[in-house]
């Protein structure tokens, strides 16, 4: 199986900061990445798919990028709504894996 | 609008059985692939199974393979999971998920149902 491994398990910032999450794939998985927001009690929400597409209505500030193992989810400029936790996930495979999850949290 | 509503969650002992379903509702079930995914209580989340549209391709996590059932019935729009030999580790928050496109993102979840495994 592909294993994947997001970092920093948790991030401690405030509003207007620039985030940066990381998640590393075992093998190479192409673009073949989404990354998904969940907040206490909520199922999770696409925002990036296929490692650099917006899911539509997601606002601009998230971005992702990479390809093959390594891989970036940034928020340009962290607001309220924003904090919560942020899983990673590889689609290379029927088996699809997340990432432990990056839970951001103010600082 | 897309909706996904889990039900048959609740309270088993170890070695006991359950099954969940989840009714789909706002678009043509038989078209798209789906999935089971699960959160145990404070923890991350945990791929556990996956349907194509039609049935005749189904994978498991390794954790459940053997235990677990997942199944399809597109007249009745319905997902399920059958869950037998039960253990601790399988209580969780259990979604299930609805594929973009085949083995791809999951684009629509449903609220969850809650599976405690306890004696």
């Known amino acids: 199986d592909i294993q994947m491994t997001q970092s920093p398990p948790t991030l401690s910032a405030s509003v207007g900061d620039r985030v940066t999450i990381t998640c590393r794939a075992s093998?190479?998985?192409?673009?073949?990445l989404a990354w998904y927001q969940q907040k206490p009690g909520k199922a999770p929400k696409v925002l990036i798919y296929?490692?650099?597409s917006l899911e539509s209505g997601v606002p601009s500030r998230f971005s992702g990028s990479g390809s093959g193992t390594e891989f970036t989810l940034t928020i340009s400029s962290l607001q309220p709504d924003d904090f919560a936790t942020y899983y990673c996930?590889?689609?290379?495979?029927?088996?699809?894996?997340f990432g432990q999850g990056t839970n951001v949290e103010s600082k | 609008e897309v909706q996904l509503v889990e039900s048959g969650g609740g309270l088993v002992q170890p070695g006991g059985s359950l099954r969940l379903s989840c009714a789909a509702s706002?678009?043509?079930?038989?078209?798209?692939?789906m999935n089971w995914v699960r959160q145990a209580p404070g923890k991350g989340l945990e791929w556990v199974s996956y349907?194509?549209?039609?049935?005749?391709?189904?994978y498991y996590a390794d954790s459940v393979k053997g235990r677990f059932t997942i199944s399809r019935d597109n007249a009745k729009n319905s997902l399920y999971l059958q869950m037998n030999s039960l253990r601790d580790e399988d209580t969780a928050v259990y979604y299930c998920?609805?594929?973009?496109?085949?083995?791809?993102?999951?684009?629509?979840w449903g609220q969850g149902t809650l599976v405690t495994v306890s004696s």
């Open positions: 998920a609805r594929d973009w496109q085949p083995v791809h993102h999951f684009d629509s």
């Open positions: 706002g678009f043509t079930f038989s078209s798209y692939s």
């Open positions: 349907i194509s549209s039609s049935s005749s391709i189904i």
């Open positions: 093998q190479s998985i192409s673009s073949w």
């Open positions: 296929k490692a650099s």
């Open positions: 996930q590889q689609y290379n495979t029927y088996s699809r894996t």
